[in-house]
């Protein structure tokens, strides 16, 4: 199992960077091991995020589990809230 981070490097959108951040933080903060997939300029790497996620306009960050979507990045903060983080991304 992989998890996988869809990001994208270029971005105005400050709130899209700092869930980025924060996701990468928490990550690398609890010791699990994630690929980052920067979908600047990769159309084909949005459109199988999108596909595999059923969500048309999902935007980054978005979190997988191999092709598996675990959630968005408020789930993704509940999950750290209340210890759950493991289970979010379907490590047990």
């Keep these: 199992m992989v998890i996988k981070l869809y ?3 270029v971005t105005t959108n400050r709130e899209i ?3 980025q951040n924060r996701i990468k933080h928490v990550f690398e903060a609890k ?15 949005r459109d199988h995020m999108r596909e595999k996620a059923g969500i048309d306009d999902l935007l980054p960050p978005a979190i997988f589990n191999d092709d598996t979507y ?15 983080l493991k289970e979010f991304l379907k490590l047990q």
């Design 7 to 9: 990001t994208t490097s």
């Design 70 to 84: 675990c959630g968005n990045f408020q789930e993704f903060e509940d999950a750290v809230e209340d210890n759950l």
């Design 31 to 45: 010791g699990i091991a994630f690929e980052e997939i920067d979908l600047c300029n990769n159309q084909d790497g």
């Design 17 to 19: 960077f700092n869930k």
